[in-house]
Nanobody, 124 residues
Framework: QVQLVESGGGLVQAGGSLRLSCAAS??????????MGWFRQAPGKEREFVAA??????YYVDSVKGRFTISRDYAKNILYLQMNSLKPEDTAVYYC?????????????????WGQGTQVTVSS
């Protein structure tokens, strides 16, 4: 079984920064071949793709380009999301997700494993 555990959420003022982490674990898993991503869900809205990273590179939703950076530590099996210049509209629960097939996808249903989520609140 794969486990994903997010951390690093919190309350921050607009213009501030946060760094989210996602620790991946699972016996016998080769996480380096997985695509890893971040999604978010605001109250009353659908889950939205934010960013993902795979062997060929990373990609982002347009609304966070230039402000958010996704990265991963392959040795420690940790995924990061550095969020700068935060806006109130970034407020949501942020979820870490993994696609064992390593696809370049933004579709939530194609990510087979999910964390429990971490709350990010940006005040104006």
């Amino acid at each position: 079984q794969v486990q994903l555990v997010e951390s690093g959420g919190g309350l921050v003022q607009a213009g501030g920064s946060l760094r989210l982490s996602c620790a991946a674990s699972g016996s016998g898993r080769i996480f380096s071949t997985y695509a890893m991503g971040w999604f978010r869900q605001a109250p009353g809205k659908e889950r939205e793709f934010v960013a993902a990273i795979r062997w060929s590179g990373s990609y982002y939703v347009d609304s966070v380009k230039g402000r958010f950076t996704i990265s991963r530590d392959y040795a420690k099996n940790i995924l990061y999301l550095q969020m700068n210049s935060l806006k109130p509209e970034d407020t949501a629960v942020y979820y870490c997700a993994a696609d064992p097939l390593g696809r370049a996808t933004m579709t939530p249903s194609e990510f087979g494993y999910w964390g429990q989520g971490t709350q990010v609140t940006v005040s104006s």
